[in-house]
C-alpha cells in the first residue's frame, strides 16, 4: 500500500512539471489522456484475480497504447539469468512471430548496464548509437528502452547504528521494457520516456507480486492451483453462490490407474502424465472456473454458475480430450474418471467435496473413463477416495504438523512394548491427546465375537470406566467399516439419541481393520474418542487424520495379539519340546555330523596342502570347477586323484546329483561296457532284467572315469561316441537314451606318450583333456609332510591328535622318497599308531615299504649291525643325510618339528630383514617379554639363531652351517638397545 501511495504521489509531481510548460498543445493533451490510460491501468495491477501471465499481457499493451510504438517487447530473464522475450506484439496488440521479433542488443546492453532509461527520438542524428547495426538492419527511426528494476538495499541507516562503512545502494534488474517506431510521423521524446520509466517502475513491482502470488497459490509440478488456495477459493464461491442463488458444482477429476503408472514406466513419466492432464483440464474450462492439484494424481474444478447438466458436458470435454491424448505412444493409453456435486441447502464447503469424492468413488467403482453425479444413494454405500485428507491439506504449515505427529505416533507405537496390557493405554493416551478430546476407549472382539471395551483412559492419562459412551456410533463403525463424526445439535443428532443422553457434544469413532494375506479386510474393533465441552467439535480433517492414524494402530495392535498367541504357543511347545528332548538332541546330532562330513569331505580344505605346487591346483580349481568342461587329472598312484574330482563335483554346478566312479583298469573291456552303458533284459547270459549304466545313473551329474589310460582300444572307440552324440545305447538294446554328463577322467600314465605309441586314441585324448590338472608327487611337496602326518594322526571322532612323532621319527619321515605317496604315507602313520605304546612315537615305530631303511644307520636300530660312519660338517656337526647317498631329495639342514608357530615366523622374518631386537618381536608376536625370551633362547640353543651383544641391546639373527651369521641385507631395524627392554 506504501509502495502504491509513493507511486501515485511521483505521478502528481511529474503531471506538475508537466503543466508548468508552454501551454497545451495537441502533444500535451494527448499526454494526459496517457497519464490517465496509466492510472486506469495501474489500479488493475493491484488485483490478483490476474495470473502471472495476464500482467504481463498487460504491462506491454499499456507501453504500446501510450508511447503510440509500432512494437513492444517485455524481457526479462529466466532462472538462468540469460534475457529473452517473454512477450512481444504490434501496434495493433497482436502477437509477434518469433521472426518479427529481433531488437537492438546494443541498446538493452546499455539500458542493462547503466540501469537508466534510453530514449532516441531519431537515430539517424544520434552519434552514439546510429552506426548499430542492429538499429540499421531493423530500419528503426525511434527507439525507447527503460529498465525493470527494484531496490534490493539502500542508503538509509539507523542513527544508533555503529557501521564501519555506509550501506551501498543496490538494485536487480528483472528485464527490460522495450518500444520502437519506423515511422517518420511517430518519434519518442524526452515526456514519453517519463511516462515510460514510470509504466516500468510500477510493472516491476505488479511482476513481483504476481510471481510471489503465483508461487504462493500454484502448485509447481502443473502450473495449476494448489489444493490450500482450492480450499479458499471454494469457500468464498459457496459464499456468492447463496447469496446470488446461482448454482455451483465441483468436479474431482482422477487419472485411473496412475498406480500402475508409477510401477510400469517410473514415477518420472508418471510425472509427466499429470502434467499434461492437468493442462488439458486448464484449456477446457472457462476463465471464471478455476483448476486446482489436489493431491497425486487427483484434480478439483470449481464451475460457477453451473449446474450438474453443465457439469456433465464439461466432464465429457475433459474425459474425450485425455482418452484421445497420445500417452506413451498409444492413444487411449491414459484416462480419468470424474466425480461431480452440485452445491444443495444446507450443505456447505465439506461437505459438498466429500459428495464429489463419493461420486468418484462411484465412477472408479463402474470402470475406466467414466462421469458419476452425486445423488442420495451414494450416502451410505460410497467410500471416499481421498486418503490424505485432513493429513496434507496444502497448507504447509498443517501439513508439517500433520506429518510430524503421524511419524511420531508410528515411532511411538514401534517403541512400545509388544505385551498387549502394556501398549494398549499408550495408545489410548497418544490418540487423546493428538485430537484433544476428553476420553478414549479401544473396543476389541472377544472369542466370542462381541465388542468390548478392553481400556477406557481421560486426558490426565488415567484409567476411567467404559460406560456411557454412545454404543451405536460404534456398532456402526464396526458393521460398515467406515469411520464416524458426528457432534451434538439443538434438534439432537439424528443417528444415536445416546449422545444427547450422555450430554456428549462431539465424537470420532474409527474401525480397527486389517488386510488379510488374501486380500480381505477384517475389523477386529474400534477406537471411540469424544468430549463433554461445547464448541469443540471435530471436523472432517481431523476425522480423515484419525482414521489415517488408526492404520498404524491396528497393525500395532494385531501385532501385540499375535505376539501373545505365539507366545502360548511357544509356552506349548516348549513343553512338547522337553518330553522329545532326547530323541529330537540324538537326530540333531547325527544330522549335524552328516552335514559337517559332507561339508569337510568334498571341499578343499578335505584336500590337505600348503605347498607352492598345491596352491597352483587349488586356484586352478577355482577356475574350473564352476564349468562342465570335461577335467583330466594326471599324477602318481596314491596322490589324491579321486579327492581332486569329489572337489570338483562337490564345489560345482552339478553338486545336488550324482557323482559315479568306475576304474576302468580293474574290469574288463565286455563288462565295462555293461557298466557304462547298461544292459537290456536277455542281452547276455544272466541278464534277467534290464539295468541302467552308470551314463544313466550319473545323468546331470559327474561320471569319475579312474585309470582311464587301461581302457582298451574298442572300449575308447564306444567311449569317444558317447562323449560325441551326448547318448548311450544299452547292450541289448536298439534305442539311444540322451544324457547329460560331465567326464572327470584320471590316470597315472601319460596319455600323450600312448597317443604316441598308438595305445590310446587321439580323439579321445582331446575329449578329455580339455582341462589338465598334474598332482605332484609327495617326495615335491614336503613342506605339506606336517600337515599330512598332523590329518592322519587325528582322532576321527574327536578331530584332535592322539599321538605325535618326536623330532628324530620326524627327521625320518622327512628324508624318505615316498615312492606310494599319500596312500604310504597314510599306511606308515597308522601302523605307527598302532605300534607305538606311548604318545611320543619314535622312530622305532616307523616301518616303511622300501628296500632302504634310514633306521639302518644308527646302533639302536631294528636291522641291528653297526652304524657307518656320518660325515660331520663344519663346526664339528654331522651332516644329515651324508650316512646314505642314495636320498637326493634329503633336506640341506635339519628340518625341525618341534617349534611352535612364533619361532617359525622369526625364523622367515630373519631370512627376509636380516635381524630383529628384542623389542620388536615382542611387539610383532603380541607375546610377554618372558614368553618372548623362551622362544629366541630355545632357538639360540639350537644353533638357528645367533645372539649379538648382552642383555636389553642384543640383535638376533639367522645362523649359517657354520654357526655364523648368514649373509644377506643388512637389519632393516636400528640396532640401539630399546629402553623398556
Known amino acids: ?117 534510453i530514449c532516441i527520438a531519431n537515430v539517424e542524428q544520434d552519434a552514439k548509437f546510429s552506426e548499430l547495426s542492429s538499429i540499421i538492419n531493423l530500419k528503426i527511426l525511434s527507439v525507447m528502452c527503460v529498465p525493470l528494476k527494484v531496490t534490493l538495499r539502500d542508503e538509509r541507516v539507523g542513527a544508533k547504528e555503529h557501521r564501519a562503512m555506509g550501506t551501498l545502494t543496490t538494485r536487480k534488474i528483472l528485464g527490460v521494457l522495450y518500444v520502437d517506431s519506423r515511422s517518420v510521423t511517430k518519434s519518442f521524446s524526452a515526456g514519453d520516456l517519463e511516462l515510460f520509466q514510470a509504466l516500468a517502475n510500477n510493472a516491476t513491482t505488479a511482476i513481483l507480486n504476481a510471481n510471489l502470488y503465483r508461487l504462493a497459490t500454484c502448485d509447481p509440478g502443473t502450473g495449476i492451483y494448489t489444493r490450500h488456495h482450492f480450499e479458499q477459493r471454494l469457500r468464498d464461491e459457496v459464499k456468492l453462490a447463496r447469496k446470488a442463488g446461482s448454482p455451483l458444482t465441483v468436479m474431482i477429476v482422477d487419472i485411473d490407474h496412475l498406480k500402475r503408472v508409477n510401477a510400469e ?16 483440464l486448464r484449456d477446457r474450462t472457462r476463465g471464471i472456473d478455476m483448476v486446482a ?287 522329545t528332548e532326547r530323541e529330537l538332541e540324538t537326530v540333531r546330532i547325527e544330522l549335524e555330523d552328516r552335514t559337517k562330513q559332507i561339508e569337510l569331505r568334498y571341499n578343499y580344505d578335505k584336500i590337505v596342502g600348503q605347498a607352492p605346487k598345491m596352491q597352483e591346483i587349488f586356484r586352478l580349481l577355482d577356475r574350473i570347477t564352476d564349468t562342465t568342461v570335461p577335467v583330466f587329472i594326471h599324477g602318481e598312484s ?90 548311450i545305447r544299452r547292450v541289448g538294446g536298439k534305442d539311444t537314451v540322451k544324457v547329460d554328463v560331465r567326464i572327470v577322467s584320471a590316470s597315472n600314465k601319460d596319455l600323450k606318450k600312448l597317443v604316441e605309441e598308438g595305445k590310446f586314441r587321439e580323439d579321445l585324448y582331446y575329449r578329455l583333456n580339455v582341462v589338465k590338472v598334474d598332482l605332484p608327487p609327495l617326495r615335491e611337496r614336503k613342506e605339506d609332510l606336517p600337515l599330512l602326518i598332523e590329518h592322519f594322526l587325528k582322532d576321527e571322532t574327536t578331530g584332535a591328535p592322539t599321538k605325535r612323532f618326536d623330532s628324530e621319527a620326524m627327521q625320518m619321515l622327512m628324508r624318505y622318497n615316498w615312492p606310494g605317496n599319500i596312500r604310504e604315507l597314510r599306511n606308515v602313520v597308522e601302523r605307527a599308531k598302532i605300534i607305538s605304546d606311548t604318545e611320543l612315537i619314535s622312530k622305532d615305530a616307523i616301518i616303511l615299504d622300501t628296500g632302504f631303511d634310514p633306521r639302518a644307520s644308527q646302533p639302536s636300530g631294528l636291522g641291528g649291525g653297526p652304524a657307518p660312519a656320518r660325515a660331520m660338517g663344519p663346526g664339528g656337526r654331522p651332516m644329515p643325510g651324508a650316512a646314505n647317498p642314495g636320498l637326493p631329495d634329503m633336506p640341506a639342514e635339519p628340518y625341525f618339528f618341534d617349534i611352535n608357530e612364533r619361532q617359525r615366523k622369526l625364523i622367515e622374518y630373519l631370512k627376509t630383514y636380516g635381524s630383529i631386537r628384542n623389542r620388536d618381536y615382542y611387539e610383532i608376536m603380541q607375546v610377554s617379554k618372558s614368553t618372548g625370551w623362551r622362544d629366541i633362547k630355545d632357538l639360540i640353543e639350537r644353533g638357528i639363531v645367533n645372539s649379538h651383544g648382552k642383555g636389553k641391546g642384543s640383535i638376533y639373527t639367522l645362523a649359517d652351517k657354520d654357526g655364523k651369521p648368514a649373509p644377506g641385507p643388512r637389519p632393516a631395524l636400528p640396532v640401539t638397545a630399546p629402553d623398556d627392554d
Not at 447438466?309 to 480430450?321: F, M, R, T, W, Y
Open 1 to 117: 500500500m506504501a509502495q502504491a501511495e509513493d507511486f501515485f504521489a511521483g505521478l502528481d509531481e511529474t503531471k506538475e512539471r508537466l503543466r508548468a510548460k508552454a501551454a497545451p498543445t495537441a502533444t500535451q493533451a494527448s499526454t494526459d489522456d496517457r497519464w490517465r490510460v496509466l492510472y486506469e491501468i495501474s489500479t488493475l495491477f493491484n488485483s490478483p484475480i490476474y495470473t502471472y501471465e495476464e500482467i504481463l499481457e498487460i504491462i506491454l499493451d499499456m507501453a504500446i497504447r501510450i508511447t503510440g510504438a509500432d512494437r513492444g517487447l517485455l524481457l526479462l530473464y529466466d532462472e538462468a539469468d540469460k534475457l529473452g522475450v517473454k512477450l512481444a506484439k504490434d501496434m495493433d496488440f497482436a502477437t509477434l512471430a518469433k521472426e518479427e521479433r529481433a531488437v537492438s542488443e546494443g541498446v538493452i546492453d546499455d539500458v542493462v548496464k547503466s540501469e537508466q532509461g
Open 265 to 280: 514406466r517410473g514415477y518420472v513419466e508418471a510425472d509427466k502424465v499429470i502434467t499434461r492432464v492437468a493442462q488439458l
Open 293 to 579: 492439484r489436489y493431491g497425486g494424481g487427483k484434480f478439483v474444478v470449481i464451475l460457477p454458475q453451473t449446474d450438474l447438466a453443465g457439469a456433465e458436458h464439461v466432464a465429457n470435454k475433459v474425459l474425450g480430450a485425455v482418452a484421445g491424448e497420445t500417452f506413451f505412444g498409444r492413444i487411449g493409453s491414459i484416462t480419468c474418471s470424474v466425480g461431480a456435486a452440485a452445491l444443495a441447502p444446507g450443505i456447505f464447503a465439506d461437505e459438498l467435496m466429500k459428495r464429489a469424492d463419493q461420486a468418484l468413488f462411484d465412477a472408479k467403482r463402474s470402470g475406466r473413463n467414466a462421469f458419476r453425479q452425486y445423488h442420495d444413494g451414494l450416502a451410505s454405500t460410497a467410500k471416499r477416495t481421498d486418503r490424505l485428507a485432513g493429513v496434507l491439506s496444502g497448507d504447509p504449515t498443517r501439513d508439517y504438523r500433520n506429518t510430524l505427529m503421524l511419524l511420531e505416533t508410528i515411532e511411538e507405537l514401534s517403541r512400545r512394548n509388544t505385551e498387549l496390557d502394556v501398549l494398549l493405554p499408550s495408545i489410548v493416551d497418544t490418540l487423546v491427546d493428538i485430537t484433544q478430546a476428553e476420553r478414549g476407549i479401544i473396543f476389541l472382539r472377544d472369542e466370542d465375537g462381541g465388542l468390548t471395551p478392553r481400556v477406557a483412559r481421560d486426558k490426565k492419562k488415567q484409567d476411567v470406566e467404559a460406560r456411557d459412551f454412545s454404543r451405536t456410533v460404534v456398532e456402526r463403525v464396526t458393521q460398515s467399516d467406515q469411520p464416524v463424526r458426528e457432534a451434538f445439535t439443538e434438534d439432537g443428532p439424528v443417528s444415536s439419541q445416546s449422545i444427547s443422553n450422555f450430554s456428549i457434544r462431539a465424537v470420532m469413532c474409527v474401525p480397527l481393520t486389517i488386510t488379510e494375506p488374501n486380500g480381505g479386510v477384517r475389523t477386529f474393533g474400534a477406537i471411540y474418542v469424544d468430549s463433554t465441552r461445547a464448541g469443540e467439535e471435530f471436523d472432517e480433517s481431523a476425522l480423515a487424520f484419525f482414521y489415517t492414524l488408526s492404520k498404524q494402530v491396528a497393525n500395532a495392535v494385531e501385532n501385540a495379539r499375535l505376539y501373545e498367541r505365539i507366545a502360548v504357543l511357544n509356552r506349548q511347545l516348549q513343553v512338547k519340546l522337553d518330553t
Open 638 to 727: 596314491g596322490t589324491g586323484k579321486e579327492l581332486v574330482a569329489k572337489a570338483i563335483h562337490y564345489n560345482g554346478p552339478r553338486r545336488k546329483f550324482r557323482m559315479i566312479s568306475e576304474n576302468c583298469a580293474a574290469t574288463s573291456e565286455t563288462l565295462l561296457e555293461s557298466e557304462l552303458f547298461g544292459y537290456m533284459k536277455g542281452a547276455f547270459t544272466g541278464a534277467q532284467n534290464d539295468r541302467k549304466g552308470l551314463f544313466e545313473q550319473a545323468n546331470k551329474g559327474t561320471l569319475f572315469l579312474d585309470e582311464v589310460g587301461d581302457m582298451s582300444l574298442g572300449m575308447q572307440k564306444k567311449l569317444l561316441r558317447v562323449l560325441q552324440e551326448g547318448e
